[in-house]
């Protein structure tokens, strides 16, 4: 098998992606592991559900940055402080309920927070709001 050379990547520069490529390698890490037999993984339903939006999340994340590197990002309206802790949570993965729950609100009115964040930023979905809002800066 021959040997793989890797390139450095266009944004290896940028702490925040170098920060979420080092989250990813401990992830990486700890699949093998539980793969191989070597560490037993438990896992709860709600751990299990923000994980596989996690992955979904950052594949996306990759294409995105793959399609567009130097892509503008796009005027944004500025985002609430209540809109901000959403999308905190909605980065890390969260379930809208667990987001409600650590924010002391309903789910409805999270979904609706969600709702007019994706809005603002101009995004499609969950994904595509995390990916406007690193690259704006707006979270890290």
Excluded at 21 to 29: M, N, S
Excluded at 81 to 100: C, F, M, N, W, Y
Aim: net charge positive; aromatic share 2%.
């Amino acid at each position: 098998m021959p040997a793989m050379t890797r390139t450095r990547p266009v944004h290896a520069g940028d702490p925040r992606l170098t920060a979420l490529a080092d989250q990813w390698r401990q992830v990486a890490r700890h699949a093998d592991c539980v793969a191989d037999g070597y560490q037993t993984a438990t896992l709860t339903s709600i751990e299990l559900t923000a994980l596989k939006t996690a992955i979904t999340g950052a594949a996306r994340l990759q294409a995105a940055l793959r399609e567009r590197p130097g892509a503008p990002v796009p005027t944004i309206q500025p985002l609430t402080r209540r809109q901000k802790e959403v999308l905190t949570g909605l980065a890390s993965g969260s379930a809208l309920t667990d987001i409600a729950v650590e924010l002391g609100l309903t789910t409805e009115t999270v979904r609706s927070h969600a709702t007019h964040l994706y809005r603002r930023l101009g995004a499609r979905n969950r994904a595509h709001a995390v990916i406007i809002a690193v690259r704006a800066g707006i979270i890290t």
